[in-house]
């Protein structure tokens, strides 16, 4: 995904690529895996995402220096006292619709909490000339696998069931690329009371 950052210049040396992200608790991802290897796990055109590594992102910035490391952690402070908030992971969806190269669990969330989380901290980092927010609306979801290929998983035939959890923690990560996927690094959490 590329960069929605006002500073092009970040990707000549940047030494971060950094997103915001609700955390998936243990019990969680484990449900999530389970979909995985029932459902996914023998389409060899998928890369699937460790369970580790699930997590709903709220803002990716991309390329940084320590510079917008340092203000975007500080974003992550007025996040504070917010509420947390349950959330259901639903199903699975192909992203794009038409090409997907992204298997992708969408969420589901009735106090808008998620959302708000999301606009405040894209306010935010406008502010702060490190994000430019996105003409499509935000879509929240957990990336579980990604397509090498055309992936054979018909999305509209499987049903699990719902995963749900209480959102709790937001965090700021840093992506490394690595030759087998992204390892994420946190690098800043914030609790939500």
């Given at each position: 995904m590329p960069s929605r950052s006002f500073c092009p210049d970040r990707f000549m040396k940047a030494a971060y690529r950094l997103f915001i992200a609700v955390e998936i608790p243990g019990p969680a991802a484990r449900e999530l895996a389970s979909w995985q290897a029932g459902y996914l796990a023998a389409d060899k055109a998928l890369r699937l995402s460790p369970p580790g590594q699930l997590h709903i992102t709220l803002i990716f910035l991309g390329p940084a220096g320590e510079k917008e490391k340092e203000l975007a952690a500080g974003e992550l402070?007025?996040?504070?006292?917010?509420?947390?908030?349950?959330?259901?992971?639903?199903?699975?969806?192909?992203?794009?619709?038409?090409?997907?190269?992204?298997?992708?669990?969408?969420?589901?969330?009735?106090?808008?909490?998620?959302?708000?989380?999301h606009d405040d901290l894209a306010a935010g980092l406008v502010s702060a000339k490190l994000y430019k927010r996105e003409k499509r609306l935000y879509f929240p979801h957990v990336t579980i696998a990604r397509a090498r290929g055309r992936p054979r998983a018909g999305l509209a035939e499987i049903h699990p069931e719902p995963v749900k959890f209480t959102a709790v923690r937001v965090t700021l990560y840093n992506s490394i690329l690595k030759p087998g996927g992204a390892v994420h690094e946190a690098l800043k959490s914030v609790q939500l009371i």
């Open positions: 402070d007025r996040l504070g006292e917010r509420q947390s908030f349950d959330i259901t992971i639903t199903g699975l969806v192909g992203l794009p619709r038409k090409r997907p190269h992204v298997i992708a669990a969408a969420c589901e969330e009735s106090t808008g909490g998620l959302k708000a989380i």
